[in-house]
């Protein structure tokens, strides 16, 4: 005869499914909250929602009816926005322009942060505050210095001196992100790849940097929606250069005065906006992962 020993009660390692709120002060804290989202959804969205149907009417219809839908969808305001604003090179310098600037800083600031984050040699703790400081210097200071700098190198109001103050604008942020995202990465990986032949750059391409994916998802979103965004540097050292979307829309909404065509308008700043919803509905899934990782250490 055998005896059923009463196992003691195994906990699951996984979440438990929150619960719902039972007492008065959690349902007013749940209700409360739920208010401020919907209300936050709301501020966000409807913008969006009004610029992408102005984007279909004409001025006329703007004004007389702001809020109601288009009488005829109106896709020419996109081929005036592209072609006759030149809004469509604009575009491809912006896209050249920032993408190239993504990848420059990602790489550099991987490596940095790789190195300040792994290695300890003399100076390294200064690098990295430099880094820390960096990122509370205002760009507004940076202005001047930085049109001498281009200005001596010859690189004033041309795309590759947009792409160097970009890069250097982005990498502190880059390497602070990324430092405790390598920081964390046991080094028990980085032993058994150098047992088994690897060098420090196979080691931190192969290895190292893949665990980072979702850090480098997380800060190539952050990037790539500050530097798309950005108005005050190309304003302030690209002024007589090759425009960037930003400038370009800038301009589009001024050349005209009281002439405005705003159906126009509106429909280039939709295009503006499209590839930052892009880039974030592809990137989301990463961006909550490193939120949640970030959040488990």
């Known amino acids: 005869m055998t005896t059923k020993v009463a196992s003691p009660e195994m906990k699951s390692l996984h979440f438990q499914p929150r619960t719902p709120a039972t007492t008065p002060g959690d349902k007013v804290v749940g209700a ?24 279909f009417k004409t001025s006329s219809e703007i004004f007389a009816s702001p809020f109601a839908l288009p ?12 072609s006759e604003a030149g809004i469509g090179s604009y575009f491809l310098n912006s896209v050249i322009v920032v993408g190239s600037a993504l990848v420059i800083v990602m790489v550099l600031g991987a490596m940095c ?3 300040l984050a792994r ?9 990295y505050y430099l880094m820390l400081a960096g ?12 049109f ?22 982005a990498l502190p942020f880059t390497v602070f992100f990324l430092f405790s995202f390598f920081k964390s990465l046991p080094h028990e990986i980085t032993e058994a790849a150098a047992l088994d032949g690897a060098g420090e750059w196979r080691t931190f391409f192969q290895v190292m940097l893949p665990m980072a994916k979702p850090g480098l998802a997380s800060v190539a979103i952050f990037n790539f929606l500050g530097l798309w965004n950005q108005f005050l540097i190309p304003v302030s050292i690209n002024a007589a250069g090759p425009r ?14 009281y002439a405005v065509d705003f159906g126009a308008l509106f429909a280039a700043v939709t295009v503006t ?11 989301q899934r990463q961006l909550q992962g490193s939120v949640s990782q970030g959040t488990m250490k």
């Not at 990122?135 to 930085?146: H, K, Q, S």
């Not at 960037?244 to 005065?257: E, K, T």
């Not at 906006?273 to 990137?283: M, S, T």
């Open 148 to 169: 001498f700098v281009l200005k001596n190198m010859g690189l004033l109001n041309t795309l590759p001196g947009l792409i160097l103050v970009y890069v250097g604008f």
């Open 71 to 82: 009488s005829v969808w109106r896709f020419d305001n996109y081929v005036k926005a592209w």
């Open 119 to 127: 290695y300890t040699f003399p100076g390294s703790r200064a690098i």
């Open 32 to 55: 409360v909250s739920h208010a401020a989202l919907t209300i936050w959804s709301l501020i966000v969205i409807l913008p969006l929602l009004w610029t992408f149907m102005s984007s």
């Open 273 to 283: 906006v499209v590839p930052v919803l892009i880039v974030y509905i592809i990137f």
């Open 135 to 146: 990122l509370t210097f205002p760009i507004f200071l940076a202005m001047v210095p930085l």
């Open 244 to 257: 960037v979307l930003s400038q370009g829309l800038a301009a589009f909404a001024g050349q005209m005065g």
């Open 113 to 115: 942060a790789y190195v």
